[in-house]
């Protein structure tokens, strides 16, 4: 329950904060965050992907492989 409510007084400070009329006005300052993080963002998913594909085809190749030893040993 506290980390709900935590949750939406987080959410209710970033909708406060980013507001144009709002007293932060950090509006333009989260886009220019955002503009410059995206492609470092978008370079560690990518990077995540490759190794999340990686461990998969190593997966199918062991997968198949044991199957091949169990059925010589059937």
Same mark, same amino acid.
């Given at each position: 329950?506290?980390? %709900?409510? %935590? ?68």
């Amino acid at each position: 329950m506290v980390a %709900l409510i %935590l949750g939406m007084l987080f959410i209710a400070f970033t909708v406060f904060s980013v507001l144009p009329g709002a007293p932060l006005a950090w509006g333009a300052n989260v886009v220019e965050f955002l503009k410059g993080f995206l492609p470092v963002l978008s370079g560690f998913i990518g990077f995540i992907a490759i190794l999340i594909g990686l461990a998969d085809i190593k997966d199918k190749k062991e997968a198949k492989r044991e199957e091949m030893e169990a059925a010589k040993n059937n």
